[in-house]
């Protein structure tokens, strides 16, 4: 194993100052047991951060800064040393404090959730390494500066360099501006010293340990790797070179060595090297303006000899038009209106005000405000929510298709509150009401506001950052007045109160308010009277409304069966469910018991197929139903009738005899609607009634039935599928979107008068534009609902016994699986 003795800063210090030297020697030996031992522990699957990355760290600092090395005090060199071994001492947490972090009262946490984090993780191993991956460049800098800051103090003084140390440390996890917010010229006892230069040596040493001796052959093949770990490590293997800093014309440069026999890993690779090539030019535009000794005079460029085996790599890749995409996405082929623009920018007001209201958990009202101004020929998008700070704008808001809302930044955070943007992209669609867009935000906590200007057809903006301490949290969106009302398609003559009326026709207004030119906006939303009315929150922890139901009278529609295209009807023996399919071959289909009719299926005729039927019938070799089964192609149509009721039948009689009027003939008529008509009749006052005319056919949909019937006859329980959900409104984090048909079963006597669902659970996904749930996202939504419709009407519809066994068995066939969206 290499040791920093053998290392060349460690030995031009130890010139320099030999008792220096031997304090750095003594820490360096008490910690890299511990670097050595954890950081295979806690991360078994990546590539090794032992005392051999704090050497290679080492030496690669030195070979960047070799032609001025002279040039540096023992204090520089000190610390480019222990930034070497102790960057990665986060990784290294003792049995103790894993636990904790495990509990979820680690405060290495820095308030993230390992509940959280382990949902966005395959398991809790992953869950862990997840957590101190992401934070051991802070978790470094606390264990510097409060438990090994008594190795961190200048020889022969009480002066501690501990804090600066620590922040050097951090820096190699953090972004471009932690790096610029370092010191450049600091001075302890005698030294003086520049804590970002050493930071960007760090990051530019640190990412710049990529080869084989990183990964021994052996250990590699002992892992039980991930995809993901697997790829890291198949990475490294691919490059030759330790060395990887050489002089070329009196220029350092970058080149890396190797052969790769897989495309997916180089293209991981080539990703890297892009990462080189972005840190090589921090490095140079940050030291550009330092005094000399500290410039790195370095080609950004990495000289690539990386050689595919059999396969080609071209010098080409995927670019993205701007102006193209930005207009794609934002254009009416995705949101069908211009108008939804601004549900869009209010939505992103509603996420960032919710997102802050549950932080607050105090009297904060979430408060979203319009103001028309024409003669400045503005209208301006306001809210008092989270707002942004500057990671958040240059990460995210800057960059389409990048969403906050579903990065680490934002999940590894307990939230209750899931906001609804998934894309990153429904900023733009602020470009479809104004070519101008100016954006004021400030951050909730922070003194800084930002303000961006950005034009449409312009990748180019303005960024400016200036302290404020007078306007609260919260985000501005400033847009061109004429603009907006072209796009709105509004006149101006009452634009405010069509504004109005566009919000509450799309927009569920609870749980925060929403102003126009300082008018609170009252949206009504009645429900219907009732005697059945469902809180759905009831069944689901995030679905939110109301379900109204009635009890509807027993009808026969339009079903596909799941069984075959043949017509059927289930019986229920008391355990299991039958299906009676003889029923078909019969003209006249009949179900009696002790001569009592239950169920009575008619077949209809068009008037060159009746003519057919009887030449048919009067044939001696054929009786009723042999007629009818060479017909069987030409009928489309039937009638139904079914009772609850006993009827007594005379053979022979082309009708129901009965003086009790519960008896019901069921049909879909063009309009699709159901008619119950009474008994008593013939058939051919029922074809006079149903209004068929003996010439044709009318299509009445009815080609197939699905009903469930008792096991004593007594009781059927049709149910029927290809439901709508009519009387709907559909609502996903208060914004409205529209349902899709689906092929559910529903019990017949369940009748929907209304539902009105706001959805705020993750598991339900809208599309691109927010318009329709997606297609999974629909059966699953839909799914749990008529779960609920069903279950609550067995536990408060008055049915009878055996309705209530029938019932109860329909659910358990088609809603027995339990619903990710349901509570129980």
Known sequence: MNSIENVELFKILKKKDEQFASKVLETSNLIEALINKKTTINFPNYTNHDINHSINIMNTMYELIQANIDDFNQLELALMIYAGLFHDIGMSLDDNEISKIKDNTSKYLYKQSFEQIKKNSANEVLALQEVIRTQHGKI?????????????????????????????????????????????????????????????????????????????????KSMDLNEYSNEEWLKNFTIDNTKKIFEKNDLKIVRLDGEVKEIKVHRKLLNYIEWIENELKLAVEKTADMQEKYRLHINI????????????????????????????????????????????????????????????????????????????????????????????????????????????????????????????????????????????????GEKYKYSIDLEQNSEYISFTKNEDYE??????IILQYDS??????????????????????????????????????EQNKEIKKSEFIIDVNQYAKNLFGIINLHKAVYYVSNIESQFDDSYAILYFDGDK????????????????????LLYCKIPLLEYSTNKKYHILKNASYLDESDAINSLNDDIKE?????????????????????????????????????????????????????????????????VKNVGLLYKDYSSVMFFDNNNYMTNTELYIKNIKINGRPNKLKRASFIGVLEQRINIKDNNIIPDLARKNLTSDSNTLLEYAIY??????????????????????????????EDSILLTN
């Open 471 to 476: 306007i609260e949290s919260g985000t501005q």
């Open 484 to 521: 907006v009302i072209q796009a709105m398609g509004f006149k101006e003559d009452g634009f405010e109160k069509l504004l109005s009326k566009f919000i509450t026709d799309n927009i569920l207004i609870e749980e925060f308010e929403i102003k126009i030119n300082n008018n609170s906006i």
């Open 140 to 220: 470094a800098n606390d264990l510097v500066v409060n438990r090994y800051s008594e190795y961190f103090i200048l020889v022969n003084t009480s002066i501690s360099f501990a804090k600066d140390l620590g922040l050097i440390c951090q820096s190699h996890t953090e972004g471009e501006n932690f790096v610029s917010s370092l010191e450049t010229d600091s001075l302890k006892g005698e030294y003086s010293y520049n804590s970002q230069f050493i930071a960007i040596l760090l990051r530019v040493a640190d990412i710049l340990d990529i080869d084989s001796t990183r990964t021994p052959l052996e250990l590699y």
């Open 301 to 444: 460029k990495v000289q690539n000899n990386i050689k595919p085996i059999g396969y080609t790599v071209p010098d080409l890749k995927l670019n993205m038009d701007y102006k193209a995409v930005t207009n794609l996405l934002m254009g009416e082929s995705v949101y069908g209106s211009k108008s939804l623009g601004l549900r869009e920018l209010i939505q992103n007001s509603i996420d960032a005000c919710m997102v802050k209201k549950e932080k607050l958990q105090s009297d904060y009202k979430p408060t979203i405000e319009i103001y028309i101004l024409k003669d400045k020929n503005q209208i301006i998008v306001k809210d008092n929510g989270m707002g942004m700070n500057e990671n958040i704008i240059k990460k995210y808001f800057l960059n389409v298709g990048k969403s906050y809302y579903k990065s680490t930044d934002f999940l590894n955070y307990e939230h209750s509150y899931n906001p609804i943007g998934n894309f990153g992209i429904g900023f733009l669609s602020c470009f479809m009401l104004s070519s101008h867009v100016k954006v004021v935000t400030k951050y909730h």
């Open 577 to 596: 469910i039958i299906k009676l399919d003889n029923l078909q071959e019969l003209v006249l289909d009949i179900i009696v018991q002790n001569n009592n």
């Open 787 to 816: 779960k609920v419709i069903h279950e609550y009407a067995l536990e408060n519809f008055d049915l009878t016994s055996n309705e209530k066994v029938l019932l109860k068995k329909f659910i358990d066939t088609y809603y027995g």
């Open 638 to 702: 039937y009638i139904y009738l079914f009772s609850h009721k006993n009827f007594s039948f005379e053979e022979g009689y082309g009708g129901v005899s009965s003086t009790d009027y519960d008896l019901y003939l069921y049909f879909e008529n063009k309009k699709n609607e159901s008619e119950g008509i009474h008994t008593g009749i013939s058939i051919n006052e029922v074809r006079k009634k149903a209004n068929i005319d003996k010439k044709f056919y009318t299509p009445l949909f009815i």
